[in-house]
């Protein structure tokens, strides 16, 4: 079985724009590549899984969910980084048409992190799941994961409504480097 650092998108990966969808509107949080690379370098497999109640809200498409995705994946690429999976969560209780669901994927639900452990053969318990809100500890936990909470986004507002015991770091880099310390990465 392989380890897997779980990554929620808006707030950690990228700045924090609400319903974000447009390529143009995209910009990483700074060091997020080398953080990634980091990762990649350590032996996790990095896999995304993002909560995009935006389509469920008929603000966009899973065609630009998925469009952004690839955008994102080329600027890793093109700095030496890789995400190895992508998952998103187009549904919202509130929504619209078949979307309108509630359903096991949403964080805090630990739907996706699962889905992704059964095809990616991934050992969810030397695993890792890092966000920058509550829902994102949330999901990491009820699926058996280490969370980690950044300050990026969200995270500053939400270290205070925190269990006992979750890591806390400014941001992406700052997990990265302490988790490929801690597997002899760096």
Same mark, same amino acid.
């Given at each position: 079985?392989?380890? !897997?650092?779980?990554? *929620?998108?808006?707030?950690?990966?990228? &700045? @924090?724009?609400?319903?974000?969808?447009?390529?143009?509107?995209?910009?990483? $949080? %700074?060091?997020?590549?080398?953080?990634?690379?980091?990762?990649?370098?350590?032996?996790?497999?990095?896999?995304?899984?993002?909560? &995009?109640?935006?389509? !469920?809200?008929?603000?966009?498409?899973?065609?630009?969910?998925?469009?952004?995705?690839?955008?994102?994946?080329? &600027?890793?690429?093109?700095?030496? /980084?890789?995400? *190895?999976?992508?998952?998103?969560?187009?549904?919202?209780?509130?929504?619209?048409?078949?979307?309108?669901?509630? +359903?096991? +994927?949403?964080?805090?639900?630990?739907?996706?992190?699962?889905?992704?452990?059964?095809?990616?053969? $991934?050992?969810?318990?030397?695993?890792?799941?890092?966000?920058?809100?509550?829902?994102?500890? @949330? %999901?990491?936990? /009820? #699926?058996? +994961?280490?969370? $980690?909470?950044?300050?990026?986004?969200?995270?500053?507002?939400?270290?205070?409504?925190?269990?006992?015991?979750? /890591?806390?770091?400014?941001?992406?880099?700052? !997990? #990265?480097?302490?988790?490929?310390?801690? +597997?002899?990465?760096?």
């Amino acid at each position: 079985m392989r380890r !897997a650092v779980f990554l *929620d998108r808006d707030g950690t990966i990228n &700045q @924090e724009r609400e319903y974000l969808h447009r390529v143009e509107d995209f910009c990483f $949080i %700074a060091d997020v590549p080398w953080a990634i690379s980091l990762l990649n370098r350590a032996g996790f497999l990095v896999v995304v899984v993002t909560n &995009q109640s935006g389509v !469920a809200r008929g603000y966009y498409a899973e065609k630009d969910v998925e469009a952004l995705h690839r955008h994102i994946a080329a &600027q890793l690429t093109a700095a030496g /980084a890789r995400v *190895d999976f992508w998952l998103y969560c187009p549904h919202h209780p509130d929504g619209r048409g078949a979307y309108a669901v509630s +359903c096991s +994927c949403r964080k805090p639900l630990p739907g996706m992190l699962l889905e992704a452990a059964d095809r990616l053969d $991934i050992d969810l318990a030397s695993s890792f799941m890092i966000g920058d809100k509550l829902s994102d500890v @949330e %999901a990491g936990r /009820a #699926a058996g +994961c280490s969370p $980690i909470l950044v300050r990026s986004g969200y995270g500053a507002d939400e270290e205070s409504r925190l269990p006992p015991g979750v /890591a806390v770091y400014d941001d992406l880099l700052a !997990a #990265a480097i302490s988790l490929a310390a801690m +597997c002899d990465g760096v």
